[in-house]
C-alpha cells in the first residue's frame, strides 16, 4: 500500500466513524504557544481543546500532521526508522469514547484496513508507578484481551515508556502502543516489546488522558476523559510495503535516489555512505517543508534549527564527494515527491529555492575553512595520543569561525575523538552571560496570565466579540474581580479588540450607574477574552447594566496602520519577489512595524519604489471589506496566511480590490483612502535573514513629513544655501571631506592603523578590533576607528583611548556587522558603564566617555566578548 492511500485510508476510516477530518497545522506552532518552537506532535494543534481553554468543533477529530522533532537527529540516517520531519496521523476524543473505543478502532483498522495480521500485534500497557502510587492499567489490559489480545502478547512498562504527561504539572495518563513482530530473524526468539531489538516495530500510540497530576506528586482524576493517538506514516508504509527502512519506501526512495546520481554511491554499499545519503534525504524533506512553513535560517530558536539541518546535509554532501549545489535539487525533488498531498510546497517553490541556495553557498566558505582547522586538531590529538580536543578549541572553531558545535561532535566521533561537552557548555554560557552584561529590563505583564485564564473559566459565559460593527453598546457586567486596585471584568458582547495578530488592543471606557472605568488591556483567550479596567470614579460591579465604547480615534488610526500594512506587504512581495513574508509585526494607532524574511539591505531604490508603490495604492482609493469564506477557498483565492496562527475551517480573509488577501482577524478601513499619506521612516535588520520596515500614516505622517521639512530648512540653513540646492551642497561637502581623509596621515597614525588592522580576528565572517590606543583627542579617535574599518571591510572596530584623567571610547562597524545584528550604540554604552561614564550613538557609529580611564582594558575586554558572542549566535 503506497503512503498516499495509508493517509487516505486512515482518515477516511474514522471520518466514516464519525470523526471530523482536520487539515494540517503548520510546522510553525501559535504565537501563543510558547512551549516549543515547532509542531512536534499531532494533538499539539489540539492543545487548547484538550486543556479545556476551547471547545473542539467536533467531540471527535482526525488528522495527518505535519510534525518535525530533533531529540533523535544523531540517530538520523543511522537507524532504519528515525526522522526529523515526518507526518503523524491521529484520532482524538474529547469527553467521547476511552479506552474501550481506541483499542477497538486501533485494531481494526490495523487489520481491516491495513491487513495486518493480529497474531503479529504485540501490546504494551502501563505497568504502573509506585511514586506515582498508580497501579497497572488493568482497564486497558482487559480491553486489549476483550478484542482477542492474548496474555502473553500483553506487555507492562514502566511510566518511562507507556506513560505520558504534558509537563511537569497538568493532565495526563498511561499509554498503550502498538508493536509488530517482525519475526525472530530481527532479533532473539525471547525478545518482547520495550527489549533493544529491532525485531518489534512500534507503530500505534493510544494516550489515554484521564488523570490531573499536582505539583505535590499525586493524581486527580480529570473531569473530561480524552483520547490522543499517533500513529507515523512512514513507519506504516515501510511495513506495509514490506521493506527494511523507512528509506526504501515511495517518499524516501526518490530522494535517496538523487543523491546517489549526484555521488555515484548507493545505499548499502558502506556504511558511511549509506547514512550520509538517508540524511540528505531526510533532512532534505525536513528544511522544505520548514521553508514552506516561512521557517528561514538564522541563529536563533526555530531558524536555528532549520540551519542546523541545512548545514549538516551539505557536511554530509561532502562525504558523498558532491560537487557543486546540493539542497536547491534535492528541495526540488521533495516537491515532486510531496507536493499533490502539500500544494503550498509548489506554492512556496521560489523562497524554498532561494533560500536553500542562499544557505548552502554561505556555509560552503565556513565549511571549507572550519573542516581545515578542525583537520589540524584532530591530527594533533592523534599525535599526542589522546582521545579528546578541548572545549576551548571547539570554542573557537564555533565563535571565530561559525562551525557548528554540533558537526565538530559528529566528525570527531567519526574519526573516535570527543569533545568536552560540558566545557564548551559553560563557554557559550559565559560569553551570553559577558553579552549581556550591558543591562537587562524584565518585562511585567499586565495581569498575570494564569489568573485571567482563571477568571475568564470561572466566569461561566464567554465574551462575544462585536467590535467589526459596533464600536459603541450596551451590555452587562458579567463577572468582576479586583486585581492589584483594578478590576478584570468580563462582558458577555465586547466592542472591543483583543490584542493579536499584531494589532494592539482597543482602549476606551466603560461605564455603569455607578461608576466609570478606563479600559486598560483587553486579553485574547481563544475565542474569549477579558478587560482590564481602571476604575476612575466610584464603583463597578457584577450584574450591572454597562455601556461599553472604544476609543476611535484611536481605533481609526490602528485601522489605517493595518490596511497600510497588508500593502506594505503586498508591494515588497511584487517588489523582491514571492519569498518576502510575514516574520512579525506591530500595529498600533502610532505606527506600523513590519517584520519580513528578506536575505538582504533594501537599496535605496528598492526603498523608494516600495514607498512609491503603497502610496499609489492610498490614493488610488481600492476598497477593503472583510469576508468569512472556507479556508480551502480562500488558499484558492491565493490568500496569504500568518505563520504561526492557527485557522479553522471558516476563516476571515481581508481583501484590498485587486491588491491582497489576506487571513486576518484584525480591524480595517473600508477602502484605501482612508489612510490617508504613508511614509516610511526606517529599514532595518531584525535579525539574520529577517528585515524590518517602520512607518506612519495619516495624521503622524503628515508630522513625519512636517519634521522632515524642517531639518531640510535648517540643513539649508547651515549651509546658507536655498532648500532646492541642499542636497548637491552636501554631497560636494561629502566629496570634499572624503578627498581631506584620503590624504597621507602622519607617520604615527599610519604605523598604528597598519598595526591594529594586523591584529584584526575574525569572526564569523567579520573582521574584529577591539583595542587601547593612544591617540589624543576623540575627533582623531574616531578618525582611526573610520580608517581602519574602511581597510578592513566588513568589521567591527572599537577603540578607547584616556588622558587627562578621561577615557574616550568609540565603535565604528560596517553594514555587515550590522546584518549580524550588532549595534554600536548597545556596545559602546555597555563599555562607558565600566570606566563610569555613559554614550552613545546610531546604529553604525557611536561615541562615548567616562572617568576612569585605568578601566580601559576591561571595558575593550568586555566589548570584544560582546561582539565575539553576538556573531557566535
Known sequence: MRADDIRETYLSFFEARDHRRMPSASLVPPAEDQTVLLTTAGMQPFKPFFQGDESPPHPRLTSCQKVFRTPDIEEVGITARHLTFFEMLGNFSFGDYFKQGAVEFALELSREGFGLDIDDIWITVFGGDRELGIGPDEEAIACWRAVGIPDERIVQLGREDNFWQAGPIGPCGPCSELYLDRGPEFGGPDDRPGDDTERFLEFWNLVFMQLELHEDGSTTPLPDQNIDTGLGLDRMAAILQDVPSVYETEHFRPLVGLGEELSGKAMGEEPAGTRALRILADHGRGMTFLLADGVVPSNEDRGYVLRRIMRRAIQQARVLDIEGPVLPKLCDRVIEVMGHAYPDLGASREAIAKWSGAEEESFGRTLTQGERLLREKVASAKEAETSWISADDAFKLHDTYGFPFELTREMLAEEGLAVDDQGFAELMEQARRTARAGGRREHAGEADHDRVVSFARSAGFPSRFVGY?????????????????????????????????????????????????????VFRLGDDQAVLLEVTDGEIGTGQSAKASIDRSRRLATEANHTATHLLHAALRERLGTHVRQAGSYVGPDKLRFDFTHGERLSAEEVADVESRVSGWVAGGHGVQAVLTSKDEAERLGAMALFGEKYGEVVRMVEIEDISRELCGGTHVLGTAEVGLFHLTAETSSASNVRRIEAVTGAAGMDAFRERTEELRQIASILKVPERDAVEAVRKLSERARELSRQTPKRDDRELAESLIAGAAEFGGVRVVAEVVDVPEPKALLALSDRVKQTLGDSAVVLGAGGEGKANLVANFSPMALERGLKAGDVVRAAAQIVGGGGGG?????????????KLPDALASARAAIEAALAG
Request: glycine residues 16%; negative net charge.
Open 469 to 521: 460593527s459596533e464600536t459603541e453598546l450596551e451590555t452587562t457586567i458579567g463577572a468582576v474581580e479586583g486585581d492589584d486596585g483594578r478590576l478584570l471584568a468580563k462582558l458577555p458582547e465586547s466592542p472591543f479588540y483583543p490584542e493579536g495578530g499584531g494589532q494592539v488592543s482597543d482602549s476606551g471606557t466603560v461605564e455603569t450607574a455607578t461608576g466609570r472605568a478606563e479600559v486598560a488591556a
Open 842 to 854: 546610531r546604529d553604525d557609529m557611536a561615541q562615548a566617555g567616562g572617568r576612569d580611564p585605568e
